[in-house]
């Protein structure tokens, strides 16, 4: 399916479906969706990735209570990954569902939780029938993306567009070898293509004009002092920068944290901010030692499908000033 074609949201604005895997950054882009112009934040699904799966949602239900927008339908996919992320990773939830600013919130979540999927494929078909397609805005694995399609291909005609933080093209990956064996820890792979690397596989071959936000872009940024000491100070007058201002404390000590999300998510609203992409053939090693590494293909390789892949921001200090302003919006909002 080719997604730089014909579809656009009706009325001006996107609705977009946010499947993430529950990390601090992806709370805040939780954020940053229902505070940006022209978006329409139509659901929330949460991958048991970069998490543990019951405090996830615990932090999702209280995340979502302090912004008011009980009406956002949280969900838990069903997906299971190929390749676990180390323990030491899953718990940053935890810590997330403590801060300050969600202390006085109490978690509302059902058991069992809502089905990712099936909230998916219903949004899907409203999205056909309305004629209003969807962003997928994906930050996590892609697993739930075929789960969904694989057994209803037709749903495809309900999305708009794909944009997908993950991936490692001209950088090193992220694997620790610290955190894994070495039989496993390749240098290539980037954790959401290495988590499970057949979903990757059957989003490449199956859509073009993925707009993908690799490690090559998201390593230019960090989690700055700098930017620390302005949510600090914004936080004095709105409630948005002081939870983000405590999230983000959170991992002042991890020097290797990055606004892996944020510089996706940011890219829907501000695409000025951005280096042009470059249309790329890509494929995935699913299999061996360098399992997870997402690769460009010479751009003679023919019946590969191309993706739009971008490296650099044109403006990074306008970036992090947009997410600034983004964040200082009355408490009272």
Known sequence: MDLSTAKTAAKGRQRVVFVQDAAIDEYICTMLLTLM???DLAGVIIVNADCLAEPAMQAAS???QFLRRKDVPVALSRARGWNAFPWDYRSDCISFGEIPSLKEFKPEV??????????LVKLLKTAISDKDPLTLLITGPLTPLQMVLEGSAELADGIASIVWMGGAIEVDGNLDPKTLPSAVANTHAEWNAFWDPYAVDYAL????DIRIFPLDISNTAPVKKEFLNSLQELGKKSRYAQLAFEAYSLVTKEEFYRLWDVT???????PDLYTGPRSLPLEIVTWGFEQGWVRSLAATESGVRRQQ???SFSDLPGFYEYILQLLSAPSDQ
């Open 309 to 311: 892949v971008y490296f």
């Open 205 to 208: 071959k199956h859509f073009h």
């Open 110 to 119: 059902t058991t069992p939780p809502l089905d990712g999927e099936e909230l």
């Open 62 to 64: 209280k995340l979502q």
């Open 264 to 270: 996706a998510t940011c890219w829907l609203t501000r």
């Open 37 to 39: 112009p022209g978006i």
